[in-house]
């Protein structure tokens, strides 16, 4: 079995494992139930961090440096997530009319 996830960093990509993306899916999936984009990018941005807590070998390597800018990343797409989700929910709730007029 291979990665499903599209990965773009050239660092980290070679260290994520089957395992890490499932692990940062369940993670994603047990947030909310996100639409497909969304989880996908949430997911590959968890994998990166469970890869870099994972290979965080000092306090001031490549993987603490890359661990601070994808939790940032990681937090402010998940905010946008979870507002796309309320705002889908929202339009669902809103009832459709249009006006009929007779001429």
Known sequence: M????TY??????PLLTEERE????????QMATFPTVWRDKLG????YVLTCLESNATGEDV??????QYQKEFDATL???MAAIN??????AMPLSTSILRG
Not at 44 to 47: N, Y
């Open 8 to 13: 773009h960093d050239s660092y980290l990509t």
């Open 63 to 68: 993987f603490s440096v890359k661990l601070k």
């Open 22 to 29: 499932a692990r940062a899916l369940v993670d994603v999936d």
């Open 44 to 47: 590959v941005l968890r994998g």
């Open 2 to 5: 291979a990665l499903i996830l």
């Open 87 to 92: 705002v889908a929910a929202e339009m669902a």
């Open 79 to 81: 905010r946008l997530a």
